[in-house]
């Protein structure tokens, strides 16, 4: 049975991202107001999880890095069809860069036990820095293939896959076990069913922490993280309205001097 971890983010829901604001002081964000939903492209993942689930008969276990709440998204994939849910929580995680954060996830990892591939969202709908995946294949040893858009063969103990570039795509052949992290174009994430909900009330979700990960505080957290954000500064947009008339060739007169003069072209 192909075993498969998927790695879920608990992100401030995009659509009321107006109300995460900036604390004036520790220059972190506040965004205790926003509810946290399921990164977008962590549906993705889930969801080449479960089509080989139903093609391959797989296990799927999930795992997640948050706040106690976080705990709502694991919920949400086991609803949607995942047999375990992991969520690593402390005090001890909180500020954690990228690298903390994959540091930490690896660990929650190794102590899950057997895995044949690991699926991460390409990148977070806050963050974004695209590293968490690469980050936690480098922690595991093992190789990665970021921007999956096509798993196209599936061989004994390794995978050929469709990778996104730059005007085009990489054909990448990978051993097992590997990192893979998936875009948009990958397939099209299934909804919620009732019958899930329901499942997944019977489902449990272990919590580890720093003492049952047996993690040094230093390693883990914002102790654990190379990187600090050491200002935080939002950027007021100046957009103003300007109404151009006159035919049309002189309305393009004057829109190509007002570029030109604005130095954007
Ligand atoms: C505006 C902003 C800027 C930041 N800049 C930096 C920076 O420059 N350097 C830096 O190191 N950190 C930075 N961070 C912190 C970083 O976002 C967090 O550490 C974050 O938890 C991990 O990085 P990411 O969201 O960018 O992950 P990404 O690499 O974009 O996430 C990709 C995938 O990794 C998995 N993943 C990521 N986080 C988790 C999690 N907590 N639990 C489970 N799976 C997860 C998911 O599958 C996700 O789809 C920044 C945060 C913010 C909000």
Known sequence: MLKIVVCVKAVPDPKEAHKIKIDPVTKTLMRSDVPLVLNLMDKNAMEAALQLKEQLDAHITVLSMGPPPAGNIVKECLALGADHGYLLTDQAFGGADA??????LAKGIEQIGEYDVVFCGMASSDGSTEWVGPQIATFLKI???TRVKELVEFGDRWWKVKAGMENGY???????????TV???LNTPRTLSFSGIIKARKKEIAEWGINQLGLLEETVGQKGSPTIVSNLDSIASRRTVEIISGTREEKAEQLVKKLADAGVI
């Open 183 to 185: 875009s948009r174009e």
């Open 99 to 104: 690298f903390a954060t994959a540091y930490t």
């Open 143 to 145: 190789p990665v293939v």
């Open 170 to 180: 990489r054909l990448v052949q990978v051993k097992l076990p590997a990192v893979l």
